[in-house]
């Protein structure tokens, strides 16, 4: 069983910025592909950013390509999500999760194993 904890959201304005932090334990945390997602209200998951297992591969959405990057620690066991340049329609409950099966869509919600809590991130203008 894995258990992901995520930090870092927060209140602030249009142009900040903001670290969030994923920390995992239990399973093999090195051998993991890892996702953020990002809920609004009365909105569906959507896919934000993934890294491969030994990030290499990143993928973004096209709303974020460019103002936020992933990466991740596999000594530390944690993904972190750095996002600039933040916009009010960022404003959402910000999950990371862990695909472990060996086929992985990085975009696709189903995709993914196990979530976090979520953290909140609110952009105002």
């Known amino acids: 069983q894995v258990q992901l904890v995520e930090s870092g959201g927060g209140l602030v304005q249009a142009g900040d910025s903001l670290r969030l932090s994923c920390a995992a334990s239990g399973g093999t945390f090195s051998s993991y592909n890892m996702g953020w997602f990002r809920q609004a209200p009365g909105k569906e998951r959507e896919f934000v950013a993934a890294?491969?297992?030994?990030?290499?591969?990143?993928y973004y959405a096209d709303s974020v390509k460019g103002r936020f990057t992933i990466s991740r620690d596999n000594a530390k066991n944690t993904v972190e999500l750095q996002m600039n340049s933040l916009k009010p329609e960022d404003t959402a409950v910000y999950y990371c999760a862990v695909a472990s099966g060996r086929t992985w869509s990085a975009l696709r919600v189903d995709a993914y194993d196990y979530w976090g809590q979520g953290t909140q991130v609110t952009v105002s203008s």
């Open positions: 890294i491969s297992w030994s990030g290499i591969r990143k």
